[in-house]
RNA sequence: GCCCGGGUGGCGGAAUAGGUAGACGCGCAGGACUUAAAAUCCUGUUGUCAGCAAUGGCAGUACGGGUUCGAUUCCCGUCCCGGGCACCA
């Protein structure tokens, strides 16, 4: 017989579990939790190929160890099914994307039940059901209702903000917001509801900005960074056809996730993320400490009026006195107050130039170009003037928008310096040299010593820095800031197939929340985008105009972004079905948190981001008991086609799991992409190494056959097969422990050779091995315990314990090395004596012949391990 | 440019509190069973040199150094590959 009857097999079980609600699971106080969690898939029209479940396999070996482990196990699946793929796929066959979608979920599903998973399907969730989404909703709401108090590092509802407006103004409030203000008591109680609410939108975590985004007028719609290319003479077109994209301001609801920016940074040092993931959301963050400091604009040549100061940002006070000039971003507020008269023109024609040049395009090209202002600065300590520059290396989105230049410190200030034949003053030196000048270069090292620096002269740039920001900030001149790279989240689409914001406008422009959930996304037409840069709900009337209280009202058209409802739906699959809140608290408080989650490393800096900021608001509201969402996070690497290219329709060599299956069986299919390789790495398919690990699975089935017949005795085990037994225990509970499933997959094969060669079909051998194997290959194992005798399902056994006493050895064949060289091998006692071992090993003949009669400096013995002699 | 990973047979990969490098699988070669094939099983398989052979010598974990009785593992330098960030002051 080739191979065991999989298809039977699997086929039976895998409705047999189904039947009996096998991997249905409860909140149980009796019994440790662990939650085992993989991305869910976004339900595209091509389906699984075999890289998609390398992920899902690894999970479910861990949950099905889980639970013969005695843990209360939730491994939940689910679909986060809105999205752009599906809306354009609508459009091109004219079918409703809530059709299509249900119709890849199908798909989706039949090919996941293939692999036989122990997914708990009652807790499926789909992101664009109203009965989920009503909750995305819901903390969308949240959000709006709540602001950032930084002084008590939590979120506050906006009601207690008002109150607090309405009795002391917006003194003694220390918020995360958009543009900082001040008012009192008096000024907010005569305000006009519109310019209160406002104001209120500059403090609400969800709130309306105007942004500058890339619009691209054929396509109709609004495209991410990544969607826009340069093209050499058309400029910044949209990927997608070539059409022409331009910088608009345009209005999007925007999640002030900078609020959160530093408890994000200080989670991760308290999960078990690899170091890679970890590292990119810190540099996505990008948290860096300086200082703010004024420089007052001097020059008063300008007859439209001027700025009194310019703040700048900077992480080097230290060379505060190698500052000969000052920067503006091309975008700075007031750019065309400041600069002078005869200046003017030339600074806004360049001002205007870099605003519509895409943002690919300035980072791109390095070389430095700007414009005299016409401004001078007075040096907050030399109190001499200094020019005022504008160029677009200056970027107006980070810190203040405008720097002090530090050429002779600060690589791009030097280039800048350099093709304008600006100053360049040195201030700081290597310890005991001096620096050679002209500078070929900026001396940007941070373990100099300051001079030509009045005060800081002498001092390490360490300690200068910390100097410099007292200086500042005892004369008034400024004060110590941490600034992060991380910008608000833009939280709106100008698209059809997402969740609708619960808002209304009414008359006055003012939005308003709607509570009574869900606000269904209504039937259209067409789902195209309606060019003016209105989603195409903007188009649906009826739906749209909405009566409120005090007059006419309109719903806000735009949808949420595809990663509103992935940034929460693991807490929704803690209790899916509650209609009364997104999870009840006595089943929040029991799963608490992912224990473990898999899946891809792209989401580094969306997904595994929002979650987090999502999950820590949540917190601060009460609702959760921690403050992060996945504790431990592995990330699987990417199978590749047999050519070694990513595995795609393009180059034909995609892998279907479902041809896979059919051939070999889904335990097969399981175990072979656990063999290609560790969990974390990209490795290529290859379809003949699939035949080992189904040669194997067929030699593990005939363990348990005499002449073709299932057959097991109850003789006992011997020394050696106990040895065996207990080794691969061990081995298997340690690989799947560290997820080293590659070398637990070796160990099976191992043992089942070796046991194969000594006939062992001893029932007090196999049948712990067949426990063992159950996580990895559930349906074989599932068969061969039944026709073991047992009634109940393998899955609720239990786990072995290994015993060492079987693996103690009492003999060890010692390698012998002459100076470091292995020349011979002899076996000792391990109880035997350290002098016994040295005479015997030296009177042996090999030995002495390397030896070669020189005298013996050392001896060197490691118990269990080798020996080695010196001479 | 900067920051993370990583370079081990023909291939996927084992082995690092420093201790017999190449487990396991694929591929390849040879053999057994068979009328034959499939399936299964057995043997060999880092390179090189010596030998009819059993066997043995030497080299060998990207490259060059270092520490050590002993280095794939630790340290320094170089090269290459993968990933991330990229005018963030």
Request: charged share 25%; with cysteine; hydrophobic share 35%.
């Amino acid at each position: 017989m080739a191979q065991y009857p999989f298809s039977e097999i699997e086929k039976k079980w895998q409705t047999h579990w189904a039947e009996t609600g096998l991997y249905k699971v409860l909140e149980n106080p009796q019994k440790p939790k662990y939650y085992v969690l993989d991305m869910f898939p976004y339900p595209s029209g091509t389906g699984l190929h075999v890289g998609h479940p390398l992920g899902y396999i690894a999970s479910d070996i861990v949950s099905r160890y889980k639970r013969l482990k005695g843990f209360n196990v939730l491994h939940p699946m689910g679909y986060d099914a809105f999205g752009l793929p599906a809306e354009q796929y609508a459009i091109q066959t004219s079918q409703h994307p809530a059709k299509t979608t249900a119709a890849n979920i199908e798909t989706f599903r039949r090919q996941l039940d293939l692999m036989g998973f122990s997914f708990d399907w009652s807790r499926e969730v789909r992101t664009c059901e109203p009965e989920y989404y009503r909750w995305t909703q819901w903390i969308f709401g949240q959000f709006f209702n709540h602001w950032y108090d930084k002084a008590a590092e939590k979120a506050r509802p906006t009601s207690e903000l008002e109150r607090h407006f309405s009795l002391h103004g917006n003194s003694g409030i220390n918020a995360a917001c958009s543009e900082p203000m001040q008012f009192t008591a008096a000024e907010w109680n005569v305000l006009s509801p519109k310019m209160k609410s406002d104001i209120l939108n500059n403090y609400r975590l969800a709130f309306i900005d105007f942004t500058t985004v890339n619009w691209c007028q054929e396509l109709g719609c609004v495209l991410a960074n990544e969607e826009v290319v340069n093209h050499p003479e058309k400029g910044p077109v949209s990927e997608r056809g070539g059409y022409p994209v331009v910088r608009k301001k345009m209005k999007q609801w925007s999640l002030r996730i900078t609020a959160y920016a530093d408890r994000l940074l200080k989670g991760l040092d308290t999960l078990e993320w690899s170091d890679s993931i970890k590292e990119i959301q810190r540099n996505w963050i990008g948290r860096s400490e300086g200082a703010e400091i004024q420089f007052t604009v001097e020059s008063l040549q300008s007859t439209v009026g001027e700025i009194a100061a310019i703040t700048v940002f900077t992480t080097r006070p230290d060379t505060l006195f190698g500052a000969p000039f000052v920067v503006l971003a091309p975008e700075y507020e007031g750019l065309g107050t400041l600069c002078s008269d005869e200046q003017r023109e030339a600074v806004m024609t360049y001002a205007e130039s870099a605003k519509n040049r895409s943002e690919i395009d300035r980072m791109a090209d390095t070389r430095k170009t700007g414009v005299f202002t016409g401004a001078y600065a007075k040096h907050p300590f030399t109190e001499k003037p200094i020019p005022v520059w504008v160029s677009d290396y200056v970027l107006a989105g980070y810190g203040t928008g405008a720097i002090m230049a530090v050429p002779a410190h600060d690589e791009r200030d030097f280039e800048f310096a350099k093709a304008f034949k600006l100053p360049i003053v040195p201030v700081i030196k290597p310890e005991n040299k001096n620096l050679l000048e002209p500078l070929k270069e900026a001396f940007s090292a941070k373990d100099g010593i300051c001079f030509n620096s009045d005060f800081l002269d002498g001092l390490a740039v360490k300690s200068a820095i910390q100097k410099a920001i007292e200086k500042v900030e005892n004369k008034g001149l400024g004060k110590r800031k941490v600034n992060y790279k991380l910008r608000e989240a833009g939280f709106g689409r100008q698209r059809y197939w997402g969740e609708p914001f619960p808002i209304v406008f009414d008359s006055n422009q003012i939005p308003h929340l709607i509570n009574d959930l869900p606000v269904e996304l209504p039937k259209v037409e067409s789902y195209k985008p309606t060019g003016t840069g209105e989603s195409p709900l903007a188009g649906v009337k009826e739906w749209v105009e909405v009566d409120l209280e005090d007059g006419p009202g309109l719903r806000e058209t735009d949808t949420m972004p595809g990663w509103a409802g992935s940034s929460w739906y693991f807490l929704r699959y803690i209790d899916p079905g509650n209609s009364e809140t997104f999870a009840g608290q006595t089943t929040i408080n029991y799963w608490k948190q992912v224990d473990l989650y898999v899946g891809g490393s792209e989401h580094a800096t969306g997904h595994l981001l929002y979650s987090r900021f999502w999950t820590k608001f949540l917190f601060d509201l009460g609702y959760l008991s921690v403050d992060e969402p996945f504790k431990k996070l592995v990330n699987q690497g990417m199978i590749m086609g047999e050519d070694g290219q990513k595995m795609s329709k393009r180059w034909g060599n995609v892998v279907n799991p479902d041809d896979v299956c059919t051939q070999y069986g889904a335990d097969t299919l399981r175990m072979y992409e656990m063999f290609l390789g560790p969990l974390t790495d990209s490795k290529p398919w290859n379809t003949n190494g699939i035949e080992g690990v189904s040669r194997f699975l067929s030699k593990f089935w005939r363990l348990f056959e005499q002449e073709e017949l299932f057959s097991l005795t109850d003789e006992t085990p011997s020394k050696y097969e106990l040895k065996i037994l207990h080794k691969t225990i061990k081995k298997i509970t340690g690989d799947i422990e560290q997820m080293s499933f590659n070398t637990a997959v070796s160990a099976f094969m191992v043992a089942t050779n070796e046991l194969g060669a000594l006939q062992c079909k001893k029932r007090a051998v196999l049948e712990p091995l067949i426990i063992l194997i159950a996580p990895f290959a559930p349906h074989i194992a599932e068969e061969l315990w039944q026709k073991g005798g047992h009634k109940e399902s393998v899955h609720l056994a239990t786990w072995p314990v290994w015993d060492e006493q079987h693996l103690v050895e009492t003999h060890f064949e010692y390698p012998i090395s002459i100076n470091g060289k292995t020349r011979t091998v002899i076996a000792f006692d391990l109880n035997a004596d350290a002098k016994e071992i040295e005479a015997t090993v030296l009177t042996d003949a090999t030995v002495q012949r390397w030896m070669e009669g020189k005298p013996m400096k050392k001896f060197i013995l490691v118990k269990g391990r080798i020996i080695n002699v010196v001479v």
